[in-house]
């Protein structure tokens, strides 16, 4: 008499995913990006604005594009992540403004530190969209041909870094 | 002191509802008539410390006592106090509690109308729904007590979340949580019959109007929360397919497959093991609405603020409660004897078709709306299931079923002549298909999706009104012949019409709604629809807890003003959340509904209107009332009642119990 | 007399100005495209609310790179495989058919298939299995007492041929 059995069987199987499902963030969705070549734009610099930055200018380095804005809650968390990594001067940290007003970024730069090799300014958003951004703080790893290798979404912390942004890059400069 | 007073109530109930889990149950199973006995007193305990518990609750709304955590996370002193009230129930701890208050309601109700059941059965049921209290009450002394103090006491509360401020959100939830609740006695029920082994036609008798009460308290339910996302969200949806509704909406598949399941078991006792696994089902797709909802496993407009832990005590009283009962099944089901003989085309058989169809109805609700879950527990990355696909899937599943949902009712019981069945039914399908494929001309734009919407609709119109016509056209008397059905005969067929209503409001006001979003100058006018919408402006309206922009519409046809309608929107002054007042011109024939969008920047006093024209969009919901309605005629039917008529004859049976 | 004055000077001014309310869109019937589209698509940072009808920022720029990507003349199809190619599958509320939405989209009509034919055999077997009622010879005889007392016999033959 099996088939009397099989309810309880399948409710198991349920049983079993609703449980990994309570370790599981819904919220937080992987970018498609990654492997990807990173999304080419041309903007004008945060602090020069007559001067472009794109990110083939890159092409032969790793490094990291960080999205952030001045009205960010978590990038505030993230900031002195981003400050301590900078003054290590490991790998280039470029800034990606996203939705920001000129005034007040710039002077969230002066008050907290500028990480930023430099930034530059996605007033509407468009790269953003682009670049698949839907929260930020988000930090995209981007190796020497220009790919993403990795995303991180929302604030930068002293775990991720050490646990996998570090070792990526180390290993994506050492190729 | 109240707040503690309530919180002592939960903890006597608590103990109260573990005596009743066990005691009766071992009572039964040894057959002592002293521990059976205490199942009712032990109910009727139950439900007045948790009826205290609410009081308390409630209490501490209304004096505003912010030292209550939870009052102060819901409250706040500019809340009307009918707000007040209804905030009880507007969080994660407070609907808690009142599912546990209307478990206990129902365990009394039980209590109160089983004078006719032998008293094992009786101490069963109640011990079962005892247990299940245990799970709810201690889930919500360890992690969600809704008395949980907050020192120092806030100086003023949080206030409740603006889209919980309305009519409709103070009544949705205590009728939707009396149908999840319901569904535990025909559970219970279940679960008795399978203790002890008695699984017969008179199980299915007892348990069907217990069964059918709480399918007309989730019919309503539902309901009434799709009605109140039809105006309370600004743009006239009124089903969305989230996963919070779609909680509701499988154990109402299930539950309607199981009434109509129970009318085969009790007329014939047969398919009693699918019967009982059905019971089973819609309680454990209450338990399971109820983890998804408050686990944050899925992402949903409704979910309450989620806490792992929350999440894991759920999951375990989950797999304890539903677990167990599918074991015992297990266990049990293969001694039920088959039951009474019928052919494979028979009203039994059509009844099993729909049961199939409902069934699978609802796993397609269950497999959309868990899928993501199962792709990301294994791995294979995020994705997004919503209305496009549970329309694709749901919709063509449900066309054979309304199909079958005509012929039923004219279906004979243990056999059916086919073509003795084509031949009466073939006028009505007649007539149902050429005023589906002509009355859309008379909207002005044929569409064959609104024809074969029609065509549902129309043929479980005609199919119904071939019954009655069967039934009551004769040379004799025909109010005799009228008093001669039975009430529950009526029931259905109403309940039958109240879906072909239903199919109605759906197919006209997806085939002819029409939405414009203007801008409107002050005096500008807008014609659509044949009809000539005037807007007068906005003028700023004072509430009791916000400031209201109130525009004015005017709206004439033929020169001749309809009415005059006044849309909101409304900031609240303490959560600062800007809300949508729509307002509606509800008719028969359909409503003009307008809402105001945004100020436009820079302007004499311009808005952003939109304004929708929803043909036959009330007919959705009278259509649930009617199949409400069908439900309560049901219950009211006479072989239900001679039980009562019984008991008061016999008062000695309670003295012996 | 106060709601008369403020209801007189609301409509002063529509006397003085009437026009013609016109669409907020520039181009209605590609917002309507648009619309229809992003009623398909989710709202990234919502909690389940589709492109079309939420209020976040997000959402708003995302209806307004549809909107300038079918002015651009972009079909549907080439803007969804866009916010896919950035966003993922989880933008469609749509899931595309693949290996792994097989059970998503078939699943259902798989059970339906299922469940009709485990009923075709339930009710086959059933009809094997059970029996008509036989009566045992002592039984009969009680029944066909119990019925000269109530009923005529010739009526069960009627009702029952095989018995």
């Not at chain 2, 677990?323 to 039994?348: C, H, N, Q, T, Y």
Request: hydrophobic letters at 50%.
């Amino acid at each position: 008499m099996m088939r009397f059995i099989l309810p309880f069987v399948v409710f198991v199987v349920l049983a079993v995913f609703l449980a990994i499902g309570l370790n599981l963030n819904p919220r937080e969705v992987p970018s498609p990006l990654v492997g990807k070549p990173a999304p080419a734009f041309t903007l004008p610099q945060l602090h020069e604005s007559t001067k472009q930055f794109s990110p083939s200018d890159m092409k032969g380095q790793v490094w990291l594009l960080n999205v952030w804005a001045s009205w960010c809650v978590s990038c505030k968390e993230e900031h002195p992540v981003l400050m301590e990594l900078s003054r290590r001067n490991i790998v280039p940290i470029y800034g990606l403004d996203y939705k920001d007003k000129q005034a007040d970024a710039e002077l969230w730069l002066k008050k907290g530190g500028d990480p930023y090799v430099l930034s530059v300014a996605d007033t509407e958003g468009r790269i953003g969209i682009d670049y698949g951004v839907y929260g930020v703080p988000e930090t995209y790893v981007i190796d020497k041909q220009g790919v993403i290798q990795y995303k991180q979404i929302g604030p930068v912390t002293p775990q991720s870094l050490t646990e996998k942004i570090l070792p990526l890059v180390a290993e994506l400069q050492a190729k | 002191m109240i707040p503690e007073i309530g919180n002592f109530a939960l903890i006597v109930g608590l103990f109260l509802a573990i005596t009743l889990g066990v005691l009766p149950i071992v009572g039964a199973a040894r057959n002592n008539a002293v521990l059976m006995g205490v199942a009712r007193p032990l109910a009727a305990g139950q439900f007045v410390f948790l009826g205290v518990a609410l009081l308390c609750l409630t209490y501490a709304f209304v004096a505003n006592d912010f030292s209550v955590l939870y009052v102060a996370q819901h409250s706040n002193t500019q809340l009307p106090t009918i707000y007040r009230i209804s905030a009880v129930w507007g969080g994660h701890e407070g609907s808690l509690l009142l599912w546990a208050f209307l478990l206990s309601v129902w365990t009394l109700a039980v209590a109160l109308y089983s004078k006719h059941l032998p008293e094992e059965m009786v101490a069963r049921v109640l011990g079962v729904m005892g247990l299940i209290a245990v799970g709810f009450l201690l889930f919500m002394l360890l992690t969600s007590n809704p008395f949980d103090r907050l020192l120092p006491a806030a100086a003023d509360g949080r206030d409740l979340n603006p889209l919980l401020q309305d009519p409709g959100l103070v009544i949705h939830p205590p009728m939707l949580y009396m149908g999840y609740v319901g569904f535990s006695v025909a559970f219970a029920f279940a679960i008795a019959a399978l203790l002890g082994g008695r699984l017969d036609a008179t199980w299915a008798r007892w348990s069907r109007p217990w069964t059918t009460v709480a399918w007309v308290f989730m019919t309503l339910g539902i309901a009434l929360g799709s009605w109140w996302a039809y105006y309370e969200l600004g743009w006239g949806g009124w089903w969305f397919w989230d996963p919070v509704e779609n909680a509701s909406f499988m154990p109402w598949l299930i539950g309607t497959a199981l009434m109509h399941s129970l009318a085969v078991t009790e007329k014939r006792n047969a398919f009693k093991s699918w019967t009982v696994l059905l019971a089973i089902t819609a309680f454990s797709l209450s338990l399971l609405g109820t983890f998804l909802v408050r686990s944050g496993v899925l992402t949903s407009v409704h979910s309450f603020a989620s806490d792992p832990k929350r999440g894991i005590f759920i999951l375990t009283f989950l797999v304890i409660v539903i677990g167990v009962s599918l074991l015992l099944f297990a266990w049990r089901a293969p001694k039920i004897g088959l039951g009474g003989k019928f052919d494979p085309l028979s009203r039994e058989s059509l009844l099993l078709s729909n049961n199939v169809l409902l069934s699978v109805a609802a796993a397609s609700v269950f497999i959309g709306t868990l899928y993501p879950l199962f792709m990301d527990a294994l791995g294979q990355g995020k994705l997004s299931v919503g209305p496009p696909y549970f329309e694709a899937v749901f919709v063509p599943l449900m066309i054979p079923m309304i199909l079958m949902m005509g012929l039923g009712p004219l279906a004979r019981w243990k056999k059916v002549d086919a073509p003795e069945l084509a031949k009466r039914v073939r006028w009505a399908f007649g007539a149902a298909l050429v005023i589906a494929l002509l009355l859309p001309l008379t909207m002005g734009e044929w569409n064959v999706m609104v024809s074969l919407g029609l065509l549902l609709a129309f043929w479980i119109i005609t199919s119904v009104s071939l019954s009655l016509y069967e039934r009551l056209a004769g040379r004799d008397d025909f109010m005799q012949r009228l008093h001669g059905q039975s009430l529950s005969y009526y029931g259905m067929q109403l309940a039958h019409l109240g879906v072909a209503v239903f199919i109605i409001g759906v197919t006209m006001v997806k085939g002819y709604e029409t939405e414009r979003d203007v801008r409107m100058d002050v005096g500008d006018v807008l014609n659509t629809g044949g009809y000539e919408f005037r807007f007068n402006g906005v003028t700023e309206e004072q509430g009791p807890n916000y400031v209201a922009g109130r525009g004015h519409v005017t709206i004439s046809k033929d020169g001749k003003v309809v009415t005059e309608l006044y849309p909101e929107k409304r900031q609240y002054n303490v959560s600062g959340m800007p809300m949508t007042e729509a307002a509606i011109d509800a008719g028969v024939l359909g409503d003009l509904y307008v809402s105001l969008g945004e100020p436009i920047p820079d302007s004499n006093g311009a808005w952003a209107v939109r304004v929708y024209i929803k043909p036959f969009v009330d007919w959705i919901w009278a259509g649930c009332l009617l199949m409400s309605l069908g439900g309560v005629l049901a219950i009211s039917d006479r072989r239900y009642r001679i039980h009562n008529k019984r008991k008061a004859a016999a008062p000695l049976e309670e003295k012996t119990a | 007399m106060k709601y008369l004055l403020i209801l007189l000077f609301t409509l002063l001014p529509a006397f003085s100005y009437a026009g013609e309310a016109k669409d907020m869109a520039a181009d209605p019937v590609l917002e309507q495209r648009m619309i229809g589209l992003a009623e398909k698509l989710r709202c990234l940072v919502c909690q389940n609310e589709s492109l079309a009808s939420s209020h976040a920022e997000l959402a708003e720029d995302l209806r307004r790179e549809v909107r300038e990507q079918m002015q651009k003349g972009m079909t549907d199809q080439e803007i969804i495989d866009y916010l896919v190619s950035r966003y993922g599958d989880f933008v469609l509320y749509d899931p595309p058919v693949k290996a792994s939405t097989l059970v998503l989209w078939y699943g259902p009509f798989a059970l339906l298939l299922i469940g009709a034919g485990v009923l075709v055999f339930q009710l086959r077997k059933r009809r094997s299995q059970i029996a008509e009622p036989q009566l045992s010879d002592a039984d009969a005889h009680r029944a066909a007492e119990l019925l000269e007392q109530s009923e005529k016999p010739e009526e069960l033959m009627k009702k029952d041929p095989q018995a």
